[in-house]
């Protein structure tokens, strides 16, 4: 079974309505269906939940249902510490990225995971060697092969 790590660019577009929303969807259920399993940092419930508020599409009961939602898709959650930390830092200053973005790219580097994003400007800055396991959701059929 393939392991992924996912941010909330991709899981956004699970409840948003999006370019790559489609592709975005297809990983989710493939997931749903047993295909894949999805790693995340405890950061993405928060962040997914920020997103969805600021676009003013959801009223709060709806952003208490797309929390639960969330909470009920079982997703692999980790806590950020340790070597993953190590990771999440370097990763910050060594790619000129946000301790949030970081997060996810240290997580797949110390989990050695394949890590999905939907966030090109983190693709571009990462060394081709990283770029290796760091895929576009506009990949995810190549990835879910």
């Known amino acids: 079974m ?9 899981v956004v577009k699970w409840f ?3 370019i790559d929303s489609d592709k975005a969807l ?8 047993g295909k894949i399993e999805l790693y995340v940092p405890t950061l993405l419930y928060f962040e997914v939940l920020n997103a969805l508020k600021y676009s003013q599409l959801f009223k709060p009961c709806e952003l208490e249902d797309a929390g639960e939602s969330l ?7 980790i806590t950020i510490k340790n070597e993953i930390r190590k990771h999440m830092i370097n990763a910050a200053i060594d790619y000129d990225l946000s301790i949030y973005d970081a997060c996810y790219l240290g997580l797949s580097i110390g989990l050695e995971k394949l ?12 060394p081709p060697t990283l ?10 059929e190549e990835i879910l092969i």
Do not use: H, M, P, W
Request: glycine content about 4%.
């Open 26 to 33: 297809l990983l989710r259920d493939s997931f749903i269906g």
């Open 2 to 10: 393939k392991e992924i790590v996912i941010d909330a660019s991709v």
């Open 71 to 77: 909470e009920n898709y079982g997703f692999k959650v």
């Open 16 to 18: 948003i309505e999006e």
């Open 115 to 126: 890590f999905c994003t939907a966030d090109e400007i983190i693709i571009k800055k990462l």
């Open 131 to 140: 770029k290796k396991k760091v895929k576009s959701l506009k990949q995810v």
